[in-house]
């Protein structure tokens, strides 16, 4: 399915970016500041197979998951909580050094961002990574000329899968659910899009708490952005 079949022959009139999994395969520096904060710690590293599957839901839900070392956290007591809120603190200590080091821009991503943007189509990252990190990852990786904004998880009051940090890129875009689409790579885009009203293509390539994206009902499912040309 390409973006003009989604929208009858027209191209969107915004254009919204998941980044961890969709645009940037990021998930071996997020394993590395998750194993070096675990480490700090005196507990056993995570690994790469599992951060995977961890990444999405943003930096604190990580980090709950890590110490938990499943994916199913249960909330915790005081002294728990102070355990968490000292990873917390190493954790953006280490990736804040990791963010980049081994960060990929995915194939077919800089063919779709650059259709687009010659398409005149506005685009804003949505991401649940927090904020501090997205522009310098972005400059790294070159891509930081195409947003016109930048959504991380601590930007706004919610994150994915709350369709709010979508709707407010979409209006600051001059979107409208209707004419806007989100890319994505997992379940929190597709059910923030579906709850926005906004169309939604998932990639088979990304994370997704390691499920398949098929089962998600985003409206199209690609293996590359550059399918969407
Ligand atoms: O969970 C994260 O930190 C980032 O996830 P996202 O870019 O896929 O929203
Ligand atoms: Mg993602």
New binding site residues.
Partial sequence: MTLKGLFNTHWPAAALF?????LVDSALDLAAAVDQTLERLDRPPAGIDQVHQW?????AI?IRRALAGKADWQPANAADEALFEEAMTLFFQHYEIANGQHAKVYSGVLECLNRLQQMNCPMAIV???PEQFVAPLLKQLKLDGYFQLIIG?DTLASK?PNPEPLLYAMEKLNGRPATTVMVG??A?DVQAAKAAGISCVAVTYGYNFGNPVQALGANAVVDSLSELL
């Fill in positions: 998941d980044l961890d999994g969709t990444v999405g839901h943003g930096a990580l991401t649940n990574k998880g994915k790579d997992s929190a």
